[in-house]
């Protein structure tokens, strides 16, 4: 069987990680829709000329001795980019065990708070020294990782500077759209091309590739370099942080990218706790072959290990069944660690688990992750 493998997104002198991986999946296209101010006169509907600028770009101009009005398109995509250039930043620095002073490592970063706050990905700099990061205009600043989770794959880096420009981070995913046109901005293997940026289009949504958490799917162009860069919508709004990619003979465009409610969680535990405050049922699980693969499955989660006091104490026990957790049911590895962030260690779940033929319902206080 032949195996595709995943790039981590970094750019090192001594070559990128790998890890094997695999995905599957298919997503239909939706056209975005704009609501768009009108009004109804005689039965037919009037949009005032401004709201359709507004909503779609471009400009218009209105001829009071033709009585009539011409409207020119304008791509979107430069503005996106100089808009969100100013808030995209390249990382660099000399990774631990070489000395060559031409052994350098680097990524990308989004300006998270204006007093130099800088999300990354966590494998960006990991093991990183001497950071320095270089704005937009070329300004340069020494950095410092102050958190890093590699679970989640994000980190933050700070630098002494205020006035920074920080990216619009979108609200939710569940307003993105499969098929809608998406940019990705970052430095793609050479230092020299910091803030390359390349377009494409949102391939897929809730991917479980070879992390913790879902991930979005895009066929913009992303290079090793681009990783803690951003990915960005048609408004200007960070929808994720790019993060791996395929990379095997005969696939192409294949980048995927940590989306806005996982940045936010981590972000909102990094300022609050100083790390992830990741609540586990405290138990090992295994996945059905359905969930492994990605077939939609109804099939439970099985325990191999009982890892945390509290999971002994309510009884859960190597071979029992998991159906939900807090009512909700819980199939695959990545939906269980989806729903446990919106909880924390010490607080109460419903579970339901099997143990031969008997269903039973316990109360399980939540471990450390």
Not at 32 to 58: C, D, F, M, Q, R
Not at 84 to 102: H, Q, T
Not at 232 to 237: A, Q, R, W
Not at 288 to 317: F, M, Q, Y
Request: charged share 15%.
């Amino acid at each position: 069987m032949r195996k595709n493998r995943l790039r981590l997104l970094c750019a090192t002198a001594a070559g990128a990680l790998l890890v094997t991986g695999s995905a599957m999946g298919a997503a239909q296209a939706a056209a975005p829709a704009h609501s768009l101010e009108a009004k109804l006169i005689n039965g037919e509907v009037y949009v005032k000329a401004s709201s359709l600028t507004k909503a779609l770009g471009g400009t218009g101009t209105y001829n009071a001795k033709t009585g009539t009005y011409s409207y020119s398109s304008r791509d979107p995509i430069p503005d996106v980019i100089q808009n969100v250039s100013p808030s995209v930043v390249a990382i660099i620095g000399k990774p631990a065990g070489y000395e060559d002073r031409y052994a350098l490592s680097h990524g990308t970063g989004v300006v998270w708070k204006a007093d130099g706050w800088i999300v990354t990905n966590a494998h960006v700099v990991k093991d990183m020294k001497n950071i320095v990061v270089v704005m937009a205009d070329g300004k340069q600043y020494e950095g410092k990782t102050t958190h890093a989770d590699e679970a989640s794959d994000l980190a933050l880096v700070k630098v002494n500077a205020t006035g920074l420009k920080p990216a619009r981070f979108a609200a939710s995913p569940l307003q993105l759209q499969v098929g809608e046109q998406v940019a990705a901005i970052g430095t793609p293997v050479s230092f020299t091309l910091r803030n390359t940026a390349t377009t494409g289009i949102l391939s897929g949504m809730n991917r479980s590739v070879s992390s913790a958490y879902k991930l979005l799917q895009t066929d913009a162009a992303i290079n090793p370099g681009n990783s803690g860069g951003p990915l960005v919508n048609l408004k200007g709004e960070v929808i994720g942080i790019n993060s791996l990619k395929f990379v095997s003979p005969g696939i192409e465009s294949l980048g995927f990218s940590i989306p806005t409610d996982t940045v936010r969680y981590v972000m909102q535990h990094f300022f609050k706790y100083g790390k992830v405050n990741r609540a586990s049922l405290g138990i090992e699980l295994e996945e059905s072959w359905a969930a492994i693969v990605g077939l939609p499955t109804t099939e439970p989660l099985r325990v191999t290990a009982v890892k945390a006091e509290s999971a002994s104490k309510a009884g859960l026990k190597a071979g029992d069944l998991l159906y939900t957790v807090a009512g909700k049911p819980v199939t695959s590895l990545v939906e269980l660690n989806e729903l446990l962030k919106a909880y924390l260690p010490g607080q109460q779940v419903e579970i339901v688990t099997q143990t031969g033929s008997k269903l039973t319902t316990r109360k399980l206080v939540l471990a450390q992750g």
